[in-house]
């Protein structure tokens, strides 16, 4: 009933005259199921919903006065019954008592009499009271149903309410709406949708099929409603054509030739529009049309033209699949489950997710079978497979550049996007390897014609530590390595430490009254130096010689060393126990001539060491202004154009202090996922990999954390509404005192962060980028002016 009618309100119309005309009380039935399908239809559409609303009540109405006509010539009923709860409306008041013939029951519409008088004696009066009463409560409801109609209108279209019990109100609004969304990781709703919080910090993040998951964060506060806007951008489309051909041209649109690698072709963000895409081998050709539309997954349009060749086009998007043939029709499996018959009409698939999903399609000796990974951004796939005497084998490493052996010989091709496809038939043996992984088992397989092979090889990373272990040491004994203290030797002679740093290193291990132990050892990734016996225990030191000191200035720092040993120690306080010996003290203040004595302790003397120093003259140079050659490793920079490009590598330090100002232009070239997005890192105040100041930056952020111990503490979070640019100029200046960062908007300088703390030298250790990973980044202008 009005299925075509283009304007909901013209049906409306259509269905409010005809309730009047209705004698049967059944056919009112189907106009209230229409008035609630059209009232679905049209949520937010005031003027729809106001006028269902009325119609809906004038239906009641008349439902009413169809079961009153019909009870009154019943002597033994008295009342009529209650109406059938298909057409009474959610929360309507219980009906008026019945109303004799030819009373009026509704002021728009009259009562017809009926077509025959009744024998029963007249109704008395109509209680005038009884009446007001019905008529204010039925006035009630209706100005309750509009102030609720108008409260939903104030609200944005499809927002769902969840309202959990106090908390305060947070709506969160996606574009487009329909996002699953997630908070701190756990699923709350779909968006839009209104919920109320606890007070505090929250991620908020959204996802939709076909689009790039969006965050934000937000704070909570008592007594302000807060919200969160979320831009969902549409993700990147691809198209991937696999062939088992060994060489052969691929023409996409109007573009020139490009040749098959391996039998395979892929292209990254394919532009929405209509396209076409021709394969030419030496044995045969195939071509197709499709178009690309965002956040929906690609069409195969017109037909899939080839000559002796099989294809199969797979087009998905998150948990949805079409499969396209060139023939048909053809029996087709998913993961071992019957799905009908393919051709080139199409075919849904059924249970399709996102991961490694085998295909089979034909019967017989024309059976071809597809083994691929598929993931949820949208995708289309081409299967072209000939009828040659060969097969696929997908060696799956889930790393790139991955050395791959088949039979013991090096394949000449690295797996690239996490894996590698071998034309090949028959038995092979398979082994994988890469610098800083576990070596994994060899697996075999047997590719047969026509078929795909899928090997997978979970490769582990290598330890990047070392680990030193006392057993029977002197209990209470500092332990330092490379002159850092790494804790104590325990009450049961025993000490632990397993984060040491790969390379040789200096052991010492010191206490009060006993002689100190030096020790160099070699330490390797993933192995333990252990220490025992003589090169654990401390021996008892001889009776000590006291040196007091008296410095002018008061403020200079004296140190020691023994005279035959390099290693200076420096005085806390104004005097210092020493064994006996020679011993070399050197006094040091700024502005004032250093000065170092010579002098001999003896056991249980004291002596007292006198330091005037005297005034220098400063001599002023100017610093040394640095760039790109002054990195720790200069040539593990790229030149690309005008960008030096760095690929992964963890920290990359910069050799000269961090005491100055860096100015340097930054782009992301490479990196992040579907679940992590991308960001550019750099550190300072780098002392070790577990205590540094880092900084991270993406197209809409500016993050500034401080990693302590080896726990990463978020210090603040700037939004600089740059997203539309690729690359982003940083002006950094580090002094003892602070941290500042500008970033360049145009002509303009932006402060970003600026950190000062007590007691903090903020430039101490080193600068540099972190490049985690496979990320890749490219740096232009880059300038150090020392301070």
């Not at 102030?147 to 944005?156: C, E, F, H, S, Y």
């Not at 045969?284 to 017109?302: C, H, L, M, R």
């Not at 040196?547 to 008061?554: N, Q, V």
Request: glycine share 10%.
């Amino acid at each position: 009933m009005g299925a075509d009618n283009p304007n909901p309100l013209d049906e409306l119309k259509s269905l409010d005259e005809q309730i009047d005309s209705i004698a049967n009380l059944a056919d009112l039935k189907p106009i209230f199921f229409r008035l609630d399908e059209i009232g679905k239809q049209y949520p937010g559409d005031f003027d729809v919903q106001l006028a269902a609303a009325d119609i809906k009540q004038h239906l009641v109405n008349r439902g009413k006065q169809l079961k009153s006509a019909a009870s009154v010539p019943e002597a033994s009923a008295s009342a009529p019954p209650p109406l059938s709860p298909d057409l009474e409306p959610p929360g309507a008041p219980a009906p008026p008592p019945p109303l004799p013939q030819g009373a009026p029951t509704t002021p728009r519409t009259p009562v017809r009499p009926p077509s025959q008088p009744s024998s029963q004696p007249a109704w008395p009066p109509l209680n005038w009271k009884r009446a007001l009463w019905v008529g204010a409560l039925a006035g009630a409801g209706i100005a309750i149903i509009a102030i609720v109609l108008l409260v939903n209108l104030a609200r944005k279209r499809n927002v769902v309410d969840i309202t959990l019990s106090g908390g305060v109100p947070v709506e969160i609004v996606s574009v487009p709406p329909g996002a699953a969304v997630r908070i701190n990781g756990e699923q709350k709703c779909t968006s839009n949708c209104n919920l109320r919080m606890a007070p505090g910090n929250y991620q908020v993040t959204a996802f939709l099929d076909g689009y790039e998951p969006a965050a934000s964060g937000v704070t909570v506060a008592t007594g302000q409603p807060a919200s969160v806007n979320l831009t969902l951008e549409p993700q990147a489309q691809s198209v991937r054509i696999l062939t088992d051909l060994d060489q052969g041209k691929v023409v996409f649109d109007d573009g020139p030739p490009a040749d098959l690698q391996e039998g395979q072709f892929i292209l990254d963000k394919v532009p929405p529009g209509a396209h076409t895409v021709k394969v030419t081998g030496k044995t045969g050709d195939a071509s197709f049309s499709f178009e690309i539309a965002n956040a929906k997954a690609p069409a195969v349009t017109g037909t899939v033209t080839t000559h002796n060749l099989v294809a199969v086009l797979v087009s998905s998007l998150g948990n949805q699949a079409r499969v396209v043939t060139n023939s048909g029709p053809t029996k087709l499996a998913l993961n071992g489950q019957p799905q009908g018959d393919a051709g080139p009409a199409g075919l849904d698939l059924k249970n399709f997710l996102p991961g490694v999903d085998e295909i089979v399609v034909g019967e017989g000796k024309d059976q071809r079978n597809m083994k691929e990974s598929f993931g949820p951004a949208p995708t289309l796939t081409a299967f072209l497979k000939s009828d040659l005497n060969i097969g696929t084998l997908i060696v799956s490493t889930g790393e790139d550049d991955v050395r791959v052996f088949l039979n013991d010989k090096e394949y000449p091709r690295k797996t690239k996007r996490g894996q590698l496809r071998v034309r090949t038939i028959g038995n092979v043996a398979v082994r994988v390897a890469k610098d800083g992984f576990q070596t994994e088992p060899a697996q075999t397989a047997e590719v047969k014609k026509g078929s795909e092979v899928r090997l997978e090889f979970k490769l582990k990373a290598l330890p990047q530590v070392a680990g030193l272990q006392i057993r029977g040491g002197t209990p209470g004994a500092e332990v330092l390595i490379d002159n850092k203290s790494v804790g104590a030797v325990a009450g049961d002679g025993n000490f632990n430490y397993n984060t040491v740093e790969p390379g040789d290193r200096a052991i010492e291990i010191r206490r009060e009254q006993y002689t100190p132990k030096k020790l160099q050892r070699t330490f390797r990734a993933g192995q333990t130096v252990v220490l025992s016996g003589g090169d654990a225990i401390l021996a008892a030191a001889v009776v000590n010689g006291t040196i007091r000191l008296a410095r002018a200035p008061a403020e200079a720092s004296v140190s020691y060393r023994r005279a035959d040993e390099n290693q200076a120690h420096e005085v806390r306080g104004n005097q210092v126990e020493l064994p006996a010996g020679n011993y070399i003290f050197t006094a040091r203040a700024p502005g004032f001539a250093d000065r170092s004595e010579r002098v001999q302790v003896a056991g249980g003397e004291t002596r007292t060491l006198e330091f005037a120093l005297a005034r220098e003259r400063p001599v002023v140079t100017a610093p040394k202004a640095g760039g790109i050659d002054d990195f720790e490793d200069p040539g593990a920079w790229k030149k690309d154009g005008d960008l030096f490009v760095h690929k992964g590598g963890g920290f990359v330090p910069y050799k000269l202090p961090a005491n100055g100002v860096f100015t340097f232009t930054v782009e992301l070239l490479k990196g992040g996922s579907v679940f992590r997005g991308g960001r550019i890192r750099w550190c300072v105040n780098y002392t070790d990999s577990k205590n540094y100041a880092l900084y991270e930056l993406d197209r809409k952020n500016f993050w500034a954390k401080v990693v302590e111990k080896g726990e990463t503490f978020e210090r603040g979070r700037t939004q600089h509404d740059l997203e539309k640019q690729k690359s982003f100029t940083i002006q950094l200046e580090v002094t003892p005192q602070h941290i500042v960062h500008k970033l360049l908007n145009g002509d303009q300088w932006i402060v970003l962060d600026t950190w000062a703390e007590p007691g903090r030298n903020f430039s101490e250790g080193k600068f540099g980028f972190l490049i985690r990973g496979n990320d890749e980044i490219g740096i232009s202008d880059f300038k150090f002016q020392p301070k």
